[in-house]
T-cell receptor, first 111, second 117 residues
Framework: GQQVMQIPQYQHVQEGEDFTTYCNSSTTLSNIQWYKQRPGGHPVFLIQLVKSGEVKKQKRLTFQFGEAKKNSSLHITATQTTDVGTYFCAGLGAGSYQLTFGKGTKLSVIP | GAVVSQHPSRVICKSGTSVKIECRSLDFQATTMFWYRQFPKQSLMLMATSNEGSKATYEQGVEKDKFLINHASLTLSTLTVTSAHPEDSSFYIC?????????????FGSGTRLTVV
C-alpha cells in the first residue's frame, strides 16, 4: 500500500532560524496536504498542493510539490515560538479519498 | 469554514465497558467521515472510513466488532469502543471534507482522549 515517509522526526531550532521538513511517497500522489498539530490539539489543515512542481507560500511558510508528485517539503523562514507543533504531510493517491499521513516532524523553537 | 464537532473530548472508563464517541459536521453534509487513532508522539493511523447509510470500511488489523461505526445521517458518525481494555487507551480523531470547499482540506474534530482503567 501507499506509504508516506517524513523526516526529520524531531527538529529543535533557535528562534529566528529556518526549518524544513520533507515528505516522500512510495507512489505518485494526486495531491499532498499539510497539517499542523499543536501539543494537545488536533490537526489543522494548512494547505494542499495539486500540480507538479507547485510552490505555494503562506507568509513565512513555503510549500513545494515535486515534479514527479512523489515528494514535498515545508519550509519555515525565521521561526517563531508560535510555530511550535508537529507538522504532518498527508498524501492522496489517484482516485482515492483516504489520506495517508507521514509520521510528522515535531518542531521545537528555543526562544 | 467547515466545522467538525467531536465529543466527548476526554473520557475515562473502566475496563470491559463500552464508550461511544460522536463526530458531527456542523455546517455541511458529510457522506464520508474518517476515524483515526493516534498514539502518543505518533502519527495518525486511519482506522476506518464511515459511509452514510452503509457499512464502514475498516483498515487492515482493525477489529470491526470492537470498533463499531455507525453513520446514520449525513451529519453524524459514531465510533463505539466495545469492551474497552487499557490497550485501547488512545487519542481518537474523526475528520470529514466539506464538499465544494476551495481548500479541499479535511477538517478534523478536536479529538477524544480515551483512558481505560
Amino acid at each position: 500500500g501507499q506509504q508516506v515517509m517524513q523526516i526529520p522526526q524531531y527538529q529543535h531550532v533557535q528562534e529566528g532560524e529556518d526549518f524544513t521538513t520533507y515528505c516522500n511517497s512510495s507512489t505518485t500522489l494526486s495531491n499532498i496536504q499539510w497539517y499542523k498539530q499543536r501539543p494537545g490539539g488536533h490537526p489543522v489543515f494548512l494547505i494542499q498542493l495539486v500540480k507538479s512542481g507547485e510552490v505555494k507560500k503562506q507568509k513565512r511558510l513555503t510549500f513545494q510539490f515535486g515534479e514527479a508528485k512523489k515528494n514535498s517539503s515545508l519550509h519555515i523562514t525565521a521561526t517563531q515560538t508560535t510555530d511550535v507543533g508537529t507538522y504532518f504531510c498527508a498524501g492522496l493517491g489517484a482516485g482515492s479519498y483516504q489520506l495517508t499521513f507521514g509520521k510528522g516532524t515535531k518542531l521545537s523553537v528555543i526562544p | 469554514g467547515a466545522v467538525v464537532s467531536q465529543h466527548p473530548s476526554r473520557v475515562i472508563c473502566k475496563s470491559g465497558t463500552s464508550v461511544k464517541i460522536e463526530c458531527r459536521s456542523l455546517d455541511f453534509q458529510a457522506t464520508t467521515m474518517f476515524w483515526y487513532r493516534q498514539f502518543p508522539k505518533q502519527s495518525l493511523m486511519l482506522m476506518a472510513t464511515s459511509n452514510e447509510g452503509s457499512k464502514a470500511t475498516y483498515e487492515q488489523g482493525v477489529e470491526k466488532d470492537k470498533f463499531l461505526i455507525n453513520h446514520a445521517s449525513l451529519t453524524l458518525s459514531t465510533l463505539t469502543v466495545t469492551s474497552a481494555h487499557p490497550e485501547d487507551s488512545s487519542f481518537y480523531i474523526c475528520s470529514a471534507r466539506a464538499p465544494g470547499t476551495v481548500s479541499y482540506g479535511y477538517t478534523f474534530g478536536s479529538g477524544t482522549r480515551l483512558t481505560v482503567v
